[in-house]
């Protein structure tokens, strides 16, 4: 009965020290500007429109793709804590003729908390671009997630590389971003993309 008991508190020290040595995950805040659900994008085929609402569609994928690169994530409109604040701006084009979704994601990565930072430059901004061949009269969602995934690779690939974004993650207090969401939010983003 004793080696029993010895084992099994054993076993959980063990595991205690395990999960106090572990690493924490980074903590990512993730933010599409309210502008671009705003503006959809207008997809063209001749005798066929589509109006597709990239903000949903990569603040989707954006937040599964950094997931499963083990980050911690969160929107601005749940809690926006983190260890830095992620700015997205999707961009989506198509190509009739060949049949290939191009997108193109540009990223801006925050590490204050204060409002008129937003006015600032950010601590660093990287852009990925994607392909995915498709039609536009069949499943154009999944077309479309498929090309803004492949963007969203070069993206994290790209801060993952960074040694600025990875000191700013792996030391960086948790912050609360709402007032620099907010802010963000009410400038005004570049008439070209709409």
């Not at 309210?34 to 937040?63: C, D, I, K, M």
């Not at 193109?104 to 994607?130: F, Q």
């Amino acid at each position: 009965m004793k080696r029993i008991l010895l084992s099994i508190t054993g076993a959980i020290c063990l595991g205690w020290i395990g999960l106090s040595q572990a690493e924490t995950a980074p903590a990512l805040v993730i933010q599409v500007p309210e502008s671009f659900y705003q503006h959809p994008v207008r997809l063209l085929n001749p005798y066929l429109n589509y109006w597709h609402n990239r903000a949903e569609a990569a603040e989707t994928v954006g937040l599964s793709s950094f997931q499963a690169q083990k980050y911690t994530t969160s929107s601005c409109e749940a809690e926006a804590k983190g260890q830095a604040l992620v700015v997205i701006e999707p961009n989506m084009f198509y190509n009739p003729q060949t049949g290939v979704f191009y997108s193109e994601i540009t990223a801006k990565v925050y590490n204050t908390s204060a409002a008129d930072s937003a006015l600032g430059k950010p601590l660093l901004t990287v852009k990925g671009e994607g392909q995915s061949r498709g039609w536009l009269t069949y499943n154009v969602e999944y077309f479309t997630h498929q090309s803004y995934q492949r963007a969203f690779d070069q993206v994290i690939q790209q801060l993952q590389q960074n040694p600025v974004f990875q000191q700013s993650v792996s030391q960086g207090p948790i912050q609360t971003y709402d007032a620099l969401c907010n802010s963000i939010n009410t400038l005004s983003q570049p008439k070209a993309f709409f």
